[in-house]
Nanobody, 123 residues
Framework: QVQLVESGGGLVQAGGSLTLSCAASGRAFSSYAMGWFRQAPGKEREFVAA????????YYSDSVKGRFIISRNNAKNTVYLQMNSLKPEDTAVYYC????????????????WGQGTQVTVSS
């Protein structure tokens, strides 16, 4: 079992930055690849970024590539999402997930999700 708790969301103006954190407890954090997803009102949850077990490989959606950076600290059981040059269309609830990562594809687990943190970007 892995329990995930996101934090760091808030209200920010367009062009600003935020860093989200996802703290994990339970089974070995370093055994899982980690991913960030987001869900805007009226839309389906979408993939944002993922990072491999050791942190050496990362993968981003086209919509955030070059603006967001995913990282992890296995000693602190935490994964981060640094979000720069934020746009109003980045407004969503952001979720972290513990899953697997293979050949450039992140496979989210169905059971290891955090509760989400709201990010609102004003224009």
């Amino acid at each position: 079992q892995v329990q995930l708790v996101e934090s760091g969301g808030g209200l920010v103006q367009a062009g600003g930055s935020l860093t989200l954190s996802c703290a994990a407890s339970g089974r070995a954090f370093s055994s899982y690849a980690m991913g960030w997803f987001r869900q805007a009102p009226g839309k389906e949850r979408e993939f944002v970024a993922a990072i491999s077990l050791g942190g050496g490989t990362t993968y981003y959606s086209d919509s955030v590539k070059g603006r967001f950076i995913i990282s992890r600290n296995n000693a602190k059981n935490t994964v981060y999402l640094q979000m720069n040059s934020l746009k109003p269309e980045d407004t969503a609830v952001y979720y972290c997930n513990a899953g697997t990562y293979s050949r450039g594809t992140y496979y989210p687990s169905s059971e290891y999700w955090g509760q989400g943190t709201q990010v609102t970007v004003s224009s």
